[in-house]
């Protein structure tokens, strides 16, 4: 789901388009390899969604795309620099249907591009003069981290709980959604209730948006052109997802796949023995009934939210991500 390509978001077109021009002239005022790199990996593409949700929660008499646009763009910028440390970490080979920088290059090189982004975010909002802005990235990026790290604790952990997935993807996946909404609701200076209600929107969405990345990886008749990464490659990176985790609760199912899974290298016939596997038990269902749940809940929060302008764009985000599931619903 390329948000600019999507028939629901024409009414973000003109800014989205925008918000390329500001992040190609970014990327071409950049030296050497360094451009190169947040060529391949910043401009070539991603759902923009983040930077989306930022300009929808900004709607209200006070909206100026071109005051929002840095804004915008450290949202893109900083969720690409967590990309390129998720691949150095999970020694991932592709990401938007390209080699990842560490593949191309070096592992050096790919933690220095990762780390100029990372910090860029805050040289960018830093010219807002506002500090509840600079909290609320720092707060989102602390989680980020900690996000990560807990991913790498508990990989090939076989026996953790929901709970802890949770707790992993509301710092690694939801973070982010939440400040994008935040940002917009400071940046129009909205309402304190109504930026908390654009906060709690944000981590709903953005619990369900990575309930659906989970689905998406072992989902067989996806391929790795669709997806822009090998499907099942959570499996073989030893990340427990929330359909394993639920399919781990069949014994059987555990029982012949535990040695697998525990394993440091697993091979793609692995992976395809183990998605087989998977679809045979009901963790499938079970994890889109829960997807479900937390996108409703998302928008169940944007009644609370005020600007019929704003309300009508949350919706629509949340429609596009229940189209691109392949989910179908009665």
């Given at each position: 789901?390329i948000?600019n390509?999507y028939?629901?978001?024409?009414?973000?077109r003109?800014?989205?388009?925008?918000?390329?021009?500001y992040?190609?002239?970014?990327?071409n005022?950049l030296?050497?390899?360094?451009?190169?790199?947040?060529?391949?990996?910043?401009?070539?593409g991603g759902?923009?969604?983040?930077?989306?949700?930022?300009?929808?929660?900004?709607?209200n008499?006070?909206?100026?795309?071109?005051?929002?646009?840095?804004?915008?763009?450290s949202?893109?910028?900083?969720?690409?620099?967590?990309?390129?440390?998720?691949?150095?970490?999970d020694?991932?080979?592709?990401?938007?249907?390209?080699?990842?920088?560490?593949?191309t290059?070096?592992?050096?090189t790919?933690?220095?591009v990762?780390?100029?982004?990372?910090?860029?975010?805050?040289?960018i909002?830093?010219?807002?003069?506002?500090?509840?802005?600079i909290?609320?990235?720092s707060?989102?990026?602390?989680?980020?981290?900690k996000?990560?790290?807990?991913?790498?604790?508990?990989?090939?952990n076989?026996n953790?709980s929901?709970?802890?997935?949770?707790?992993?993807?509301?710092?690694?996946?939801?973070?982010?959604?939440?400040?994008?909404?935040a940002?917009?609701?400071?940046?129009?200076?909205?309402?304190?209730?109504d930026?908390?209600?654009?906060?709690?929107?944000?981590?709903?969405?953005?619990?369900?948006?990575?309930i659906?990345?989970?689905?998406?990886d072992?989902?067989?008749?996806?391929?790795?052109?669709?997806?822009?990464?090998?499907?099942?490659?959570?499996?073989?990176?030893?990340?427990?997802?929330?359909p394993?985790?639920?399919?781990?609760?069949?014994?059987?199912?555990?029982k012949?796949?535990?040695?697998?899974?525990?394993?440091?290298?697993?091979?793609?016939?692995?992976?395809?023995?183990i998605?087989?596997?998977?679809?045979?038990?009901?963790?499938?269902?079970?994890?889109?009934?829960k997807?479900l749940?937390?996108?409703?809940?998302?928008?169940?929060?944007?009644n609370?939210i005020?600007?019929?302008?704003?309300?009508?764009?949350?919706?629509?985000?949340?429609?596009?991500?229940?189209?691109?599931?392949?989910?179908?619903?009665?």
């Amino acid at each position: 789901m390329i948000i600019n390509n999507y028939k629901n978001f024409e009414f973000l077109r003109r800014d989205i388009k925008k918000l390329e021009k500001y992040l190609l002239d970014f990327t071409n005022g950049l030296d050497g390899i360094l451009r190169e790199t947040v060529k391949n990996t910043l401009v070539v593409g991603g759902k923009r969604i983040r930077p989306a949700l930022l300009l929808i929660c900004a709607m209200n008499d006070n909206y100026d795309i071109d005051y929002l646009l840095p804004a915008a763009a450290s949202i893109e910028i900083i969720h690409t620099a967590s990309l390129i440390h998720d691949d150095i970490i999970d020694k991932s080979i592709l990401r938007r249907g390209r080699k990842t920088i560490h593949k191309t290059y070096d592992k050096d090189t790919a933690k220095f591009v990762g780390d100029y982004l990372f910090t860029h975010t805050f040289s960018i909002l830093n010219n807002y003069e506002n500090l509840q802005i600079i909290i609320e990235m720092s707060d989102a990026a602390q989680n980020l981290v900690k996000g990560e790290f807990d991913q790498l604790r508990t990989k090939r952990n076989l026996n953790q709980s929901e709970e802890i997935y949770f707790k992993k993807i509301n710092e690694k996946t939801s973070s982010l959604f939440k400040v994008s909404c935040a940002l917009g609701g400071i940046l129009s200076r909205s309402s304190c209730q109504d930026i908390e209600n654009m906060k709690k929107f944000g981590e709903y969405l953005g619990i369900s948006f990575q309930i659906n990345d989970d689905l998406i990886d072992v989902d067989v008749s996806n391929s790795s052109i669709k997806v822009g990464k090998p499907v099942g490659n959570d499996i073989k990176q030893g990340d427990i997802t929330l359909p394993l985790i639920y399919a781990l609760r069949d014994k059987g199912f555990k029982k012949q796949v535990e040695p697998v899974l525990s394993k440091n290298n697993i091979s793609d016939s692995d992976v395809k023995i183990i998605l087989n596997l998977l679809a045979r038990t009901d963790a499938l269902e079970i994890t889109r009934n829960k997807f479900l749940y937390y996108l409703n809940k998302a928008e169940e929060i944007i009644n609370s939210i005020d600007g019929q302008e704003r309300r009508e764009g949350l919706l629509k985000v949340c429609n596009s991500i229940k189209k691109g599931t392949g989910i179908k619903y009665a």
